[in-house]
């Protein structure tokens, strides 16, 4: 692909393949537009892609190199007259910030580990083998520092996969804490989980479907759910007084649930029943915080904990309006697919952009990735765009033009809200049970004062996300401060690590890598001084769902085509009339004549 | 629009789905005509091309033609013996798009019994192993379709090594689907019965379906048949019912058999509260919440033996109703067994829990004479004595209705502790719901069991709450009510021992456990809501007088031979002819009767024709 050229001319360019711009490339081109997607990346959706572990590593050491600067190049030459060129920016480095990386496990092969007792070869090893991962210069000489502070900011990004002295203290004592634990039981080894790791799929965003939410929806009006397979998260838990718990959501739970008494049931199922429709009582409190209301209900400790930080998923500032609203939004998704609210894709959150990519396809668009748009050539007189010009130079004339947020990032001069990320490789589910193929999704409510609002989803091998004996743990919060000193206290009282040798009881981190993203929930779709048929597509937003992003594509759509519906079924792939293919005559009919056959043909499509 | 996908259009897509519809039916045809016979096949393709799907969409008559014609067909093939595989792939293929077609089934089922015949046991087991994956495919077009589930039966029992394991995880598999498909449903208990599931393990099943849902019956259902398997009753353990006054040989394991022991219970009443904590609207925990409650089986005894020297009559009560004319009683008078009729005391209710009979003539009538009676119920080995002594007209022998158990068999909880536990959490419950109508009306029951003399005053005004909480069945309620409040009566007429009844202003609807009053000479009903006196009323025997003014009276059916009946004040009541008046003729020592206020009053000749039907009233106010 790379050497050809490309059309000369589309109705829709979309650059960035997240999942609002996938969206709205196929809702494009499902009504007969012809798009052009492109992404940069070698990999399809952008910050919304998932990753084996070797290629989460390469993103990495990606991130973790000094970004090359680009020089611009001058395309005037291919300007008519009474047009401007406007450049898009540099492409980000700056959506991803402040990454570290820990490993844990033993970076040596199993018969090894279980040989030696010397850490000093141990450590050799891992620093080897840190090389490999990270062929930066400087690699070693990190490696043995103290834990540096990270201050944001693409260039100081760093890599710290073993820190030298944790690496001196905790490594012998983890592993003779381990072989008394369980003597039997192999702990999974680094080297495994390199060679196992295409069998990871690991997100970059961490976000549930809500079974009722717009995306379900969505995938479902276009059919494009064929093209993918989901799992109902099987559990809902909460990390309280120290103790992961689960959360009674629905009827199921509430009966089978031991640490509810039977008033206590019944007074929570009767609240979730109240609160479906709008009282005068909740009109009473209009304004005043959800958390207010709640108290006033007498329902005790318990309840009020997991009706807050659980159910609504809010803090406890939310007005009623929203927290009912979110509560609402819970129940109404319970019971359509299981006995939680949430679906998860099999192999990842990286599949659904893909999915709405193979629509697109599916349906005439054209996908380019390693490809990238330099500029915009705008008509100076209507300030439209009437063309892109890529990055080899070719002009491509389009009506619309849509683009991630990050292409045009540093215009935006406000400060940019964070997330928090953490990704973590455990050998254990949070809160063992008699399956261990749960799905969890876990509120964490702020574990000090001053800390954020923590989401974290457990995933088991079987959504095909990681190897069997490993568990994958995704935590979410918005930044207060960088990942890691947002999601460390949360890791280390949640799970077994060299941080928090007491908690032995607990599963142990295997490997893990904190990172901050770009919250771009605050991004406008129009505006940032460019033409007014471009579209910006924010980044991700913190909340669970993926409603901010189906929303934001049917906005776009909306724009581009008002007068069309965005994303009707697709037809069944028998039932589609392609060029110079004779409509299939019925068999019965053979003898009848041709005439009457051209006719009818003629008639479906002025139908059209 | 251009660059816009090309869709089919609807007329399009029909006439596709019409030629996949064709080529279909032409399969099916073809399949069936290898059934047929060459002369049949022209007539029916003739007739099954015009119409598109065969078995949905043709008439009734077309149905039914090519029914009759198949069945023939396959008929003659049956009979010529044509048992080969190829019959059975052609069947295979026209079951798999209509399972339901169940002369294919039988005929399939000779086929292989005639290839268990021929062939070895390996080749045996993998044609039904075969014919298994091909029922669930059919299981899958059509869950509950009768035709395969009965064949897969049938082939799990054939089956030279049946892999019940496999069974079962089909039936879970099915149920997880649908967890009301009761043809999984009866082909699990087989397969259980079959391969001999550990009850303990059936019983975790329904732990798992109950889990997942617990508005499912069928799981609390069999819940309650697999726990007095598992944990039945221990035999020395208190007996809810009273000990009756004499070691009866009839104690026998059945009336135990179905209850479970205390500690299980325990258990099973935490686990029904869960359920109608978390929703108290939901049925089926209730019912089975009732169930653990459990029901006293009274023994069966003769409760009561009563002598009139007068009548020369014996009524003997039981415990349960009994056929007055099949019942095997042996009378004792006096060492000499008297050969009697027993009869019900209506002709028109067989079934009885009072019998008499009349003693020959002159055989007790001398008052100087002291007779002693015994009542054999010989195939309950049990029986009563009864002494008449010398210058009296009367006597009996029964237990007391104050024994606790008469009226509490409706709940058998062993212990009143549990029971007053169990009132706890439920009132617990009404705190947090007072309209739920399951509760308030389990909680009049606990009640009932408990104290039914102490608790009166709030039963009954649970049960005004019920009424109005539940109009649909307040009628219900009232019968309901009207019981208790006659048990209650019984109790404390039986106390004061008195034989005196009086119920007045408590909006009776019903009348019931009459057989209690056979003692009673004096009856008091007046201002009730009562419709009729029905048939069972004729078991008071020793009634004198019959009070039952203002109340809705329309029939007087239950005064019927009453022997000793004097009075029957029955002031504004609804009687309306005079043919409803007639079974007061059969009471002959009638003298009074009070009619006022009733519309037969108005009807002309009244008095004339009255004083023709009943002779011996003396006292008649119209």
Known sequence: ?608 | MHGRIKIKSTAQQEEEKRKEREKKLKIYVSARDTCFSKVTRVLLIQVVSNHQVLFSFLCGLCVSYLHSMFLLDTHCQRKEGILDEEALQVTQQLLSSNPDFATLWNYRREILMHLETVKEKDEVQKIYEAELAFLESCLKLNPKSYGSWHHRCWVSARLPRPDWSRELSLCDRCLSLDDRNFHCWDYRRMVVKVSGVPVAQELGFTDRLIGSNFSNYSSWHYRSTLLPLLHPESPESPSPSHEPPQPSPSHSPQTQSHRVCEEQLLKEYELVQNAFFTDPNDQSAWFYYRWLLGRAEREEMISCVYVSRDEERVAVAFSRPVNAQSVSLLLVLDGQPQKVEWKSVHPRFKHSPVCICDLPPGTISDITNEHNLTVHWTEKYTHRDCALYTGRTESWCRDSATDQELFRSELSVEKTSVLQSELQSCNQLLELEPLNKWCLLTIVLLMRALDPLGYEKETLAHFQTLKEVDPMRSAYYSDLCSKFIIENTVLKMEYAEVRVFSITDKNLTTLCHLDQLLLVTHINLSSNQLQQLPPQFAMLQCLEVLEVDNNRIENLEGVYHLPKLEEVLLKNNKISALADLQPLASCPKLRRLDLRGNPVTQAANIESELTALLPSVTDLLL
């Open chain 1, 1 to 608: 692909m790379a050497a050809e050229e490309l059309p000369s001319e589309f109705d829709v360019v979309i650059l960035g393949t997240g999942l609002p711009e996938s969206v709205v490339a196929a809702a494009c081109s499902r009504v007969g537009q012809r798009v052009l997607h492109l992404d940069r990346r070698s990999y399809y959706a952008a910050n919304w892609a998932s990753f084996t572990f070797n290629g989460l590593l390469s993103w990495i050491q990606q991130y973790q190199e000094e970004p090359q600067p680009k020089e611009v190049q001058d395309w005037s030459s291919l300007l008519d007259e009474g047009e401007e060129l406007v450049y898009l920016s540099n492409p980000d480095s700056a959506s991803i910030s402040n990454l570290q990386v820990f490993c844990f496990t033993s970076e040596e092969d199993e018969e090894e580990a279980q040989s030696s007792d010397l850490p000093n070869p141990t450590e050799e090893k891992a620093v080897n083998e840190d090389t490999d991962v990270k062929p930066s210069a400087d690699s070693n000489e990190e490696a043995t520092t103290e834990k540096q502070e990270t201050v944001g900011g693409a260039e100081e990004e760093q890599v710290t996969p073993t820190e030298g002295e944790e690496q001196d203290t905790d490594k012998p004592h983890l592993s003779t804490a381990q072989s008394q634990l369980e003597p039997t039981r192999k702990r999974i080894t680094y080297a495994h989980l390199v060679k196992e790791g295409r069998r990871f799929n690991i997100d970059l965003v961490s976000k549930l479907m809500y079974s009722r939410g717009s995306l379900v929806d969505l995938l479902i009006k276009s059919n494009v759910s064929r093209y993918a397979e989901f799992k109902n998260v099987t559990r809902i838990l909460t990390y309280r007084n120290g103790n992961v718990e689960q959360v009674p959501c629905s009827r199921a739970d509430v009966f089978a649930s031991r640490q509810l008494s039977v008033v206590e049931k019944r007074k929570l199922m009767r609240f979730l029943t109240s609160c479906m429709e709008e009282t005068e009582e909740h009109q009473a409190y209009s304004g005043r915080p959800y958390l207010e209301f709640l108290c006033d209900q007498k329902l005790g400790d318990n309840l009020q904990h997991f009706l807050l930080h659980s159910i609504a998923m809010v803090t406890e500032d939310t007005p009623i309006e929203e927290g009912l609203a979110a509560t609402r939004h819970f129940l109404r998704s319970l019971g359509r697919y299981g006995n939680t609210p949430f679906l998860f894709p099999l192999y990842g959150l990286g599949e659904i952009p893909q999915c709405f990519c193979r629509m697109c396809a599916v349906f005439g668009g054209i996908y380019c990735l390693r490809h990238s748009v330099d500029c915009l050539v705008v008509d100076k007189d209507t300030n439209r765009c009437k063309a892109v010009i890529d990055n080899r130079g070719q002009r491509i004339s389009c009506s619309h033009f849509v683009v991630e947020d990050s292409y045009v990032g540093k215009k935006a001069a406000a400060p940019r809200r964070l997330l928090s990320r953490a990704v973590l490789i455990t050998d254990g589910s949070v809160l063992p049970s008699d399956s261990d193929q749960q799905v969890s999704m876990v509120t964490i409510p702020p574990v000090a004062a001053r800390y954020p609002v923590v989401k974290m989803v457990e995933l088991c091998p079987s959504t095909m996300t990681c190897i069997p004996g490993t568990y994958l743990v995704h935590l979410t919060c918005q930044s207060a401060g960088s990942a890691y000193e947002d999601l460390a206290p949360v890791v280390t009282r949640c799970f077994h690590t060299p941080d928090s040798p007491d908690q032995e009881n607990r599963p142990s981190v295997l490997w893990c890598v904190y990172f901050n993203m770009v919250d771009g929930s605050g991004v406008e779709l129009e505006g940032h001084g460019l033409p007014s048929n471009v579209y910006v597509c924010s980044g991700l937003d913190s909340t669970l769902g993926h409603e901010y992003a189906i929303r934001q594509a049917e906005l776009i759509f909306q724009k581009i085509l008002p007068e069309e519906d965005f994303c009707p079924p697709a037809p069944n792939p028998e039932d589609i009339i392609y060029d110079g293919e004779n409509p299939s005559t019925p068999a019965g009919e053979e003898d009848e004549d041709g005439a009457g056959e051209e006719g009818k043909r003629e008639q479906s499509q002025t139908q059209e």
